[in-house]
């Protein structure tokens, strides 16, 4: 019994080593349990999985499955557990599996693979796992072609062989697919976005309705519509104030004289415009060109052929009497030059003009085959002169006046500055009575400017003609309306004036802009 206490006494471990002692096998317990980017699950560690789909657009998802039951990317899996993947592209048609990568270890055998749908990992330690998708072989024989409307305002159809094909529709490499864009009431075509680019055939420009595209490899076509805004406009910001009246699309509306020879009746179609309320006066004109071409400048008595006196009636405001002397590439420079102000699209374009920086020095003053081929273009928003269609066609008011305002020439003095009532001068805008579009002075005052130049007409008239084009650059332009010093006839709708020269300056010519709206 003394032997037994004493081995007893030997074997006892003071109070305070024995503290000692289980601290450190807590600590030593701690750091076990606690790897670096694992989760203490008891006696079996956890360890975080993270996957995803490398790549913008994805064109695919990944999926991980433990135990058959999903995770997800990010959550902790038991070590020794197996994570089983699969690979699934948005459309398999298109796309295929290109390659997965693993961030620590490797995936089990004849996993993983190149061009695999599946990989499957047994979890050692914290696990990072991606997988690519590819676009399928260019050798693939049909291809999604993807289109739609881009926001309000329209519909957009695809057919492929005459038949009807909805968006995403498999459509075999070479063919040709024919997209019609169809406005809702009070929108028009603006714009369209084709890709790749060079799929586009045929149409598809600024408010084209259709276009043509050959399918070589997954294609994208979309149309955005624009609000047609059928109010008038006024100018005011930076700019002596001007206003521009809306004019709605007219189809087969009927312009010409039965007595003008050149311009017998005829139907016109014409896009929505406008068209401004007076001509361009003097002190727009110095605004956007800064200088004062006019002859009736208020300096008193001046003579051309004959004598005239420049200064305004009384009461008459100089600045607002009508731009004149001014020849029809002074209108193009002008009209560029004006929508660049007011930070519009140009409608004109002068090869080898640069337009922000010419300067009045630097306008042709003799015949110049340059700008007489300018190209127009009507789809932009900025300000142009207007064809003779649109000229005619907003001059009658929406009625069949042979005046702007009247058929009865004993009341043309009401409506119109002419011979027999301007006194051989011009006069301010605005003071005689308006059409039935409230327009000032369409007729009378000075003549106006029209883009077209002075051949026969076709027909029928093609919607929204615009004249023969610059094959025909030396024929005079055409000016409309007759000004202060013509006689009733030449101030009527319908007469052509057919005789000036692009180049030339006349004291009884100006302009009156037009724009889409």
């Known amino acids: 019994m003394g032997a037994f206490m004493k081995n007893n006494k030997k074997r006892r471990i003071p109070l305070r080593g024995a503290a000692l002692i289980t601290a450190a096998f807590l600590f030593a317990g701690f750091v076990l349990g606690c790897t670096n980017g694992s989760d203490s699950g008891g006696n079996t560690p956890m360890h975080k999985v993270i996957f995803s789909v490398e790549g913008s657009p994805a064109n695919g998802t990944l999926e991980a499955k433990v135990d ?33 990568t693993i961030s620590e270890g490797e995936f089990d055998t004849g996993t993983g693979l190149n061009g695999s749908t599946s990989a499957r990992i047994k979890v050692k330690q914290p696990v990072t796992v991606t997988v690519c998708f590819k676009l399928k072989s260019a050798q693939f024989s049909k291809w999604p072609v993807i289109f739609g409307a881009s926001g309000a305002g329209g519909t957009l159809e695809a057919k492929v062989d005459g038949q009807k094909i909805t968006s995403v529709a498999l459509v075999e490499s070479g063919k040709t697919v024919e997209f019609t864009a169809t406005p809702d009431a009070d929108y028009k075509v603006l714009k369209w976005t084709v890709t790749p680019k060079t799929a586009l055939q045929a149409g598809g420009t600024e408010g084209a309705s259709t276009a043509t595209v050959k399918i070589t490899a997954t294609t994208e076509v979309h149309v955005t519509f624009k609000f047609i805004d059928k109010t008038d406009h006024t100018y005011t910001k930076d700019i002596p104030p001007f206003t521009m009246k809306y004019i709605a699309a007219v189809t087969d509306g009927w312009v010409g004289d039965e007595g003008e020879p050149n311009n017998k ?163 301010q805008v605005k003071l005689k009575l308006p059409n039935g579009y409230g327009l000032y002075d369409m007729n009378g005052n000075v003549s106006e400017w029209c883009w077209d130049f002075s051949t026969t007409l076709p027909d029928p008239v093609p919607k929204d003609y615009a004249g023969p084009g610059a094959d025909y650059y030396l024929d005079p332009s055409v000016v409309r ?9 030449a101030a009527t709708c319908g007469y052509r004036g057919l005789g000036n020269q692009a180049e030339k300056k006349e004291i009884s010519c100006g302009l009156r802009l037009v724009s889409r709206p």
């Open 481 to 489: 309306g007759g000004g202060f010093n013509t006689d009733a006839r």
């Open 265 to 427: 009746p005829h139907k016109v179609s014409l896009s929505a415009y406008r068209i401004g309320e007076t001509e361009v006066t003097q002190e727009l004109w110095q605004a956007v060109m800064g200088n004062k071409p006019s002859f009736f400048d208020n300096t008193g008595f001046k003579t051309t052929y004959q004598k005239f006196d420049t200064t305004p009636d009384a009461g008459e405001e100089q600045k607002k009497r009508p731009v004149e002397q001014v020849s029809w590439y002074d209108c193009i420079a002008f009209c560029n030059k004006l929508s660049l102000k007011l930070k519009l699209e140009p409608c004109y374009t002068v090869s080898g003009i640069n337009f922000e920086t010419l300067t009045v020095g630097n306008i042709p003053t003799e015949h110049n085959r340059a700008w007489s081929k300018a190209v127009l273009d009507m789809s932009k928003n900025g300000f142009r002169l207007p064809t003779e269609a649109e000229w005619e066609w907003a001059a009658k008011g929406g009625k069949n006046d042979k005046w702007a305002g009247t058929s009865n020439e004993s009341e043309l003095k009401k409506y119109a500055w002419y011979f027999s009532s301007s006194n051989s001068k011009t006069h």
């Open 68 to 100: 058959g039951k999903k995770i997800t990317s990010g959550d902790s899996v038991e070590e020794g557990k197996t994570v089983e993947f699969t690979a699934t592209p948005e459309n398999a048609a298109t796309h295929d599996v290109d390659f997965w």
